[in-house]
């Protein structure tokens, strides 16, 4: 009886033990396929991003006065640029909770679209020098930036952000997708995503 007893007893601890290593064997091993989701997820969110192409024709005129303001000098150019530019995500700002005790990735917050960059083409037409009034680099600095600036007041009237913001849904779809793969769940329903763009002050 006593033996039958001891083996029982035996048993149960076995049982025991058994379960509290496999509890921690599965746990172990839902923090690991949590880390490699994460990376997976940033991997696949750097490749969003939205070219567009965009025009610009400025008439620039400058008038200078000169002799005591009796003599203006004036000088003037017509500016065509082509401009590229092109609108991404920085996914260092994106926010991700993991709970592998059941098997969930919560995405929280998903970036604004921002300029990556605008790359510009500026040709002059018609350029006209006053004789007191001559173009320096600073001028075509300045319209440079002047360039820059009105293409960027243009992006939100363009379609560029409803194409960035419907990628950035589609690639929550696949990362959804691949999240599964994995037996995990992605739950990004408290997600808002805004057609509006951030602009980078040193454009």
Known sequence: MDFILGVLIGILFLGIVVLLFSKRFFKNKSEEQSVVLLEKIRNVSKM??????FSEIMHFEDVK??????VNSKKKAIVLANAKVLIGFDMKKIRLQSKPEKKKLILEHFPEPEILSIE?????YDVKHGYFNK???KDLSDLNKKVKI???NKIPESELLVSATSKALETVKIIEQMVSTFGWKLDYNGLEFKEKVKIEEKL
């Open 150 to 152: 009105n293409i960027e």
């Open 135 to 137: 173009f320096a680099a």
């Open 48 to 53: 969003i991003t939205v070219e567009g192409d």
């Open 65 to 70: 006065g000169v002799l005591l303001n009796l």
């Open 120 to 124: 510009t083409d500026i040709q002059y």
